[in-house]
Structures are given as C-alpha cells and as structure tokens.
C-alpha cells in the first residue's frame, strides 16, 4: 500500500454534490482512518444539504477572508486591476477567496483600468455563474424579472421594484426564489435581500441585454425625484452617446461630491464621458474625474490613466483645461515633489483659459484652491503676487472659503484678523462636506481655531477609518487633528494620529504629505526630550524638501529643530535654526509657522546674549497683526515683550500674558511662559512669588512629559531655595494621556467606554493601563483610586 511508504490524503471536493450511497461510504471510510496515516478532507459550503454524515469526525467553518487579506489576495492575483476597482470586488465578495480570484476575469480591460466603468452590479466569471446559474434559470419569468429589477436596484425595496414592474409583479413571485434560498423578503414585505452578492450578479448576468436596458429603464421612471439613482439608470440603459443623460450624470457626480461619495463621483464622471456626443466633453469629463481622483478619491494610478484618456480623446482640452492641469500639477507634486513645474503648470493655464474669471466656474475655484497649496508649500512670497491678483479679477467677488483662505493661511501674520469674523461664519455653518471641513480647517490652522470644530474633524478621520471617507480629506483630518492636539498637549494622541497619517500615505502612495506627519511626530520628539528621533525625522524631511523647492515642509522642520534645540539646552543650535525659520527682527512673510516659533527665537537670543536681536523681535512681534489671530498668539506676543523689558516693568506683562482665557488650551506654551516669569522674580528677589510660577510651570511639563523643561523649572525651583520634590513629581512618571487614562479606569469605566471618550482602540487604552500600573505602585485596576489619591495629596503638600 502507498501510506505504508508514504502518508496520504484523500480529498472531497462539494459533498453536498455526492449521492447517498456516495456519501455513506465516504463517512464509512473516513471514521476507520482515524489515527492512521491517511488522511481525509472533504468540503461542504455552508448551509448546503448532503448525506453526509459528520458525527465523530472533526469539523472546521471556515471564516470569509478579513478586509487586509482580501486585499492581499487581490493584489497578488490581479495587480493590474486599479486599487478603487479591488475595493469594490473586495466589497462585493465578502471574504469569498473564489469570488476575489474570478469577479475581476469578468470586467473588461478599460473597467480593470478604471478608464470605463464598472456596472452596478458586477459580471461574474463562466466559473462564478455556474455556482447559482441553476437555481436561477429554473424560477418563473416573472421571479426572474422582479429579482433583476431587484439586483439593479440595489437598494431592496420592494415598493420601488414592484412599481418597476408596472403590475406584471407582486412580492408574491418572490416565494419561488425564497424557497430556492436566493433571497429572503422581511415579514412586513418591505425589503428584499438577496442572500449573497454574487446571486444578484448571476441574475443580472444571465439577463439579456435588452432585458437589463428595460430594467433599469423601468427604475428610472420611477426615480424621477432622486437624481442620482435615475441618472445612473439612465446611463445603464442609453445606447450609443447622449449628451442629455451625459449632463445628468455630471450633475450626479457634482452632488456626489459635495456628499464626500469622491469614487462615486469619479464613476458617474467617467460613465458621463463614455456618453459624450462630443470629443471635447468627453475629455473635459474624464479631466475632470481625473482631478476629484487626486483631489478627493486617493486613486493617482486611476487619475493618470484617466488623464491619460482626457488627451487621447480630444488633446486640446485634454491638456488646457483647468481639471487637466490641475490633476497634472497634483501628480507632478506627489511623485517627484516638483513645486516649481506644477506650479508654473497651473498659473500658465489659469492665465491661458476662457473663464473670464468668473467667481462661479468651479474649475477655476479648484485650479485657485490647489495653487494656494502650491504657494504655501513654495515658501516664497514671491509665489502669491500672480494668485492675489487672479483674486483681484474675480468677478462678481471672490468664493468667501477661498477670500479667507489666502488670509488666515498665507500671511496671517499681516492680513489674518481682518478675515476672523467670516472665518467664524463658515465655522458655524459647517456641515459634513468633507472637503468643506477640511478646507475650513486650513483657514483655521494658524488661527489657533481648529478646536472649535473639533468634532467635524474627529469624524471625519473616524469616516476615513472605516472606508467611506476620501482618502486626501482623511489625511487632511489626520494632520488637523494632530496639530491641534500637539496644542492641547495631547502628545500621545498626536503622534498617534501622525503614525496613522504615515500609515495612509504609504497605502496610497501620498509621498509628498508624508513630511507633515514626519514634522508632528519630530515636534511630539523635540518637547519629550528625545533629540535624537527628532533630529532623524528633521533631516528626513530637509533631505526630501530641499531639493524639491518644497521650502514650506523645510520651515516647519526648522521648527521642529528649534523646540528640539531648546529642551536640549543647546541654545546656539536654537537660535541658528530660529533664524533660518524667520530673521531676528521679522515675522517672515508668507511663512505662517514663523509666528509659532517667535518666543522660541526670542528665548534663544537672549539666553545667548543676543540682546538687541531679541527686543527686535518682539518689536516685530507687537508690530504686527498676529496678537489679533488667537489668545494663544497673543501670549507669545505679551510674554516675548516681557522678557525683553527690563526690570519690574516685565512683571506686569507677564501677568498680563498669563491672565488671558483657555489657558487650558495651551499648557505647554503656558507653563513656559511660567518658567520665565518665575525665573524673572527670582532674579527680582520676589522669592514667593517666583516658587509659585516656577511651582506651576514644572506641574504644567510633568503632566505633559516634558522632561528637559521639567528639569529646568525644577532647578530653578532649587535655586530658589524650595524642594521640587513636593511639587507633584509622582505624577510625573505619568504622561497627560495616561493620567487621563488611569481617572477614567478610577471611575469603573471599561476600556471601550475609556476608549469612545478619548477616540482611541480599547487595544491601546488596555496597552496604556498596563504601562501605568508598574508606575504608580499598583497591579490592578481596584487600586487606581487610592493611587490616583496619593499623587494628589503629594500635589498639594510641596514648600511654600
């Protein structure tokens, strides 16, 4: 025998398939080879009826495939196909390992491309076909029409599909198809689904043509209120080109767009195209699915083989149109980070095209949008002049979102104020447009105002997690949301948010953004002391930049070296990169992260002599506008003018800054601010006064885990002549994060529920409690509340 020399397997392949007598032998066979060196594997699909008995034997379900595997899988089967199109197979197959192999072998190879496309309701393989071909082809005409009417609609309502039917149906017809287990009707006969996806596409499938061109004929006419669903409908059933259906469809892309649905408008778009009458709009369409695809969607392979179709179809336009050039600008800037080109791309066509400058023509108001991208990125005032005055010949006036734009993100520093009370009335209006809320952040980055829409932004990126949200607004969130809680002091969570943000840029291939989050987690690594990781990421993003012309992404690693040199104490260091972000004497214009660094350049000068440097600064400082953007600007304004007065007239400017409201917001910058002051009465011999600043300023970085400014506040506190030993340092093993963390677990919250206030996994709030633990003493939750109560009493009991 064959297993005495070697082991062997026997396979079944779909008992269900298999007689009686088949399948008694089977079952005899395979309970006798029970611990000898045969083995037996049959497989059954799940549900199915067969003879097979499987008692005494061992049985595994298998599971569909998770989201990361069926991605995999289609990559290494299909790595022609477009990642939107795997997406939707990987959508419609529901971890079917067969369904993710054969559903792309269906679709042609402009659909595969993403150049055409995709149906509703996706083709199936021969192979596909055959698995419910049978049952199908064997229910009633009329079964069979109300299911295909069913599987085009897509939305299981049976009230749309029996008035599709015009009378010749009822929900009656469906008990054929119920028996037969394709769908299941709910008890009050309102919904229909059908049992697995794939079903509805054999139904279409095996559906003529002309009987699916009626089909979704008979559901537009009963669609006339909803817009989108009747255009699509229409398109399926046009034959040969039509511009009216065409203009319907665009319109349907338009609304898709404003409901952040970026692929679904990039579909209709693109089927919109494919029903052009005319060269010229067909381009124009297929440029203009192109644009939302880099735009919104996170598709640059789809947008360039789409771009490359716009000039195939008609070259002129497929070259000048506004979409065109900016799509073309986009992939120059992500690919090779070439500002100067994609710029000069961009202007040239603004400057070319027949708009009139017309404030309504959305090609040219997104064309503007990007290139105040383009300019900030450039670092160079010198960039604006041309877009300030394509501003100027807006007519009847320029979009309010953009006018704000160019104030309160260029040079906020000059023009930012004057724009606050309409950047106050977007901010009210704000709805769930993705790309509104994303936009509105922009203007509201260097107004320190991204907190008071905290929640648009929370949701967005939640959105973005779970796949329905455009992958450029979800990385926009990311990197709002991070700045905003590198601000609060939430540094765990900014980093946190900045890895994920890194995560999604090598995902989707979004090189050029990657040195955002870079400048994030470089800042989080500069305040906490680690130099090192700081300095890596810094020169990670300098040696991308810099050739480039990327000198907007260069300021803000300035930045981060800065706050990096600062809490290592290196001061020189501090003050030759402070210089680089903005000369001493000036807040660099058209570089807006230069206000963010005034007080360290300031703090830098003085603590290296450099007197007359500093007090021009802050003369700069006070001379401008930025005291007039946010409270917090304003506190680096007041104190920057206090360190550089002398003597006791310093006191009361200090007093002033510190007096100023939501310090909560802004605990880092406070508790430096506190430092200063503190150190100033020290050297005024005001010795209670400066312990109390000095007291608080090292509480504000031990609770943020700034240890090389903890380390200073708590020398100074020495110097004069108090113990920091009282001053809260047994919470200073805790970072703001996990003290949140560990009150929260105090109260006898659960990790989910810990988890859903601070928007984090329960995984990592689990991961959290496990690091705080050793720190406080303790090894269990039940002892929280007593630790948490010690560190506060050590709180309150340091030397007055």
Same mark, same amino acid.
């Given at each position: ?16 398939? !298999? ?8 079952? +005899? ?22 003879? +097979? ?215 209709? !778009? ?37 771009l490359a179709g716009a000039q195939l179809a008609h070259p002129a336009t497929g070259r000048e149109s506004l979409h065109a050039a900016a799509a073309s600008a986009f992939l120059l800037i992500n690919r090779d980070g070439d500002i100067d080109t994609a710029y000069r791309l961009l202007v040239g066509a603004i400057e070319a095209g027949d708009h009139g400058y017309d404030a309504s023509d959305a090609a040219l108001v997104e064309a503007l949008h990007l290139l105040v991208l383009l300019c900030w990125y450039g670092g160079d005032a010198t960039l604006w002049q041309p877009l300030l005055a394509f501003m100027d010949r807006l007519t009847p006036a320029p979009p309010e979102l953009l006018w704000v734009i160019i104030r309160t993100f260029g040079d906020p520093a000059r023009t930012g104020p004057e724009a606050l009370p309409r950047l106050t009335k977007l901010i009210a209006a704000l709805g769930d447009d993705p790309t509104q809320v994303v936009r509105v952040g922009t203007a509201a980055v260097f107004a320190d105002r991204l907190g008071e829409f905290r929640w648009a932004t929370r949701r967005l990126v939640e959105q973005g997690r779970a796949g329905t949200a455009p992958v450029r607004r979800? =990385?926009?969130?990311?990197?709002? =949301? ?83 040199? =600062? ?61 007039? !953007? ?23 400017? +200090? ?48 609770? !943020? ?96």
């Open positions: 025998m064959i297993s005495v020399r070697t082991p062997l397997l026997i396979v079944v392949d779909d008992l269900p398939w !298999l007689d009686r007598a088949t399948n008694a032998v089977l079952g +005899f066979v395979a309970r006798r080879l029970i611990g000898s060196r045969i083995g037996f594997l049959a497989a059954s699909r799940a549900g199915a009826v067969s003879f +097979f008995e499987p008692s005494g034997l061992s049985t595994r379900l298998l599971e569909p495939l998770d989201d990361a595997s069926s991605a995999e899988l289609l990559a290494l089967a299909h790595p022609d196909v477009s990642p939107a199109v795997r997406r939707r197979i990987a959508a419609e197959a529901r971890g079917n390992p067969l369904a993710l192999v054969e559903l792309p072998t269906a679709l042609s190879t402009e659909q595969r491309a993403a150049l055409a496309a995709v149906p509703g309701v996706l083709p199936l393989s021969e192979r596909l076909q055959a698995i419910f071909a049978e049952r199908v082809a064997g229910l009633p005409d009329r079964s069979r029409e109300m299911l295909l009417i069913a599987a085009l609609d897509g939305t299981g309502d049976l009230a749309c599909v029996e008035a599709a039917t015009a009378g010749r149906g009822s929900v009656d017809d469906l008990a054929p198809a119920e028996r037969s287990r394709l769908v299941t009707v709910s008890a009050d006969n309102q919904r229909l689904s059908f049992r697995h996806p794939l079903i509805g596409s054999t139904v279409v499938d095996l559906a003529t043509a002309s009987e699916r061109r009626r089909a979704h004929q008979a559901l537009a006419g009963v669609l006339g209120d909803q817009l989108e669903r009747r255009a699509w409908h229409l398109g399926e059933a046009a034959v040969g080109r039509d511009e009216t259906v065409a203009a319907l469809l665009e319109e349907a892309a338009r609304r898709r767009l404003r409901r952040g649905d970026a692929l679904g408008a990039v579909s209709a !778009l693109t089927r919109a195209a494919g029903l052009s009458p005319a060269a010229a709009d067909e381009s124009r369409r297929l440029a203009e699915a192109a644009y939302v695809g880099v735009d919104s969607g996170g598709e640059l392979e789809d947008a360039s083989r789409l979800y =990385l926009g969130a990311l990197m709002h =949301l991070g700045l905003d809680y590198f601000h609060l002091g939430r540094w765990d969570d900014a980093a946190e948010l900045a890895a994920e943000g890194l995560r999604l840029c090598e995902d989707h291939d979004y090189r050029f953004y990657a040195w955002y989050f870079q400048y994030i987690q470089a800042a989080v690594a500069g305040v906490r002391g680690d130099g090192e990781t700081s300095a890596a990421l810094t020169e990670e993003i300098i040696r991308w930049a810099t050739p480039r012309g990327t000198h907007g992404a260069r300021y803000f690693a300035c930045h981060a070296r800065t706050l990096a040199a =600062l809490g290592s104490g290196d001061f020189e260091t501090a003050y030759q990169h402070g210089s680089a972000l903005s000369p001493p004497g000036t807040v660099a214009p058209y570089i807006p992260i230069a206000m963010w660094g005034t007080m360290d350049l300031v703090e830098a000068a003085i603590r290296t002599g450099r007197e007359k440097e500093a007090a021009a600064h802050a003369a700069a400082m006070r001379d401008s506008e930025m005291a007039g !953007l946010s409270p917090r600007l304003e506190l680096l304004v007041l104190a920057c003018e206090a360190m550089t007065t002398p003597g006791e007239e310093a006191v009361a400017l +200090f007093e002033r800054a510190l007096s100023l409201p939501d310090q909560e917001r802004r605990p880092f910058d406070v508790a430096r601010v506190r430092l200063f002051h503190g150190e100033r009465l020290r050297r005024l011999r005001a010795t209670a006064q400066a312990r109390e600043q000095l007291t608080q300023a090292l509480d504000g970085f031990q609770r !943020l885990g700034a240890r090389p400014w903890a380390e200073r506040a708590a020398a100074e506190l020495r110097a004069s002549g108090q113990s920091a030993a009282g001053a809260r340092l047994g919470a200073a093993a805790l970072t703001a994060q996990e003290l949140q963390i560990a009150t929260l677990a105090a109260t006898g919250l659960t990790n989910k529920q810990i988890a859903e206030q601070l928007f984090l996994s329960h995984r990592t709030i689990g991961t959290h409690l496990y690091q705080i633990y050793p720190k406080l003493g303790i090894s269990s939750r039940a002892a929280l509340r007593d630790a948490l109560s010690r560190l506060e009493g050590a709180s309150g009991n340091g030397e007055g």
